[in-house]
């Protein structure tokens, strides 16, 4: 899917050079988490392109 694989690479959370486009119907789910101990947000991500597994974390080199 081109525009989650776009998504994915401007955030870098994507390598171009060693990856295919996201299968179809592939997801990217983003959760946005406040530590009253910390001033700054954390956001995570995480990954789903198949149906038969869970979504896993993964770590942006940006945000």
Aim: some cysteine; aromatic content about 14%; proline content about 10%.
């Amino acid at each position: 899917d081109k525009s989650l694989y776009n998504l994915m690479t401007s955030i870098g959370i994507y390598d171009p050079q060693f990856e295919n486009l996201p299968p179809y119907a592939s997801g990217l789910f983003m959760e946005l988490h406040q530590n009253p101990a910390q001033i700054e947000p954390v956001i995570e991500f995480w990954y789903r392109n198949e149906t038969s597994r869970q979504p896993y974390r993964l770590i942006s080199s940006k945000c």
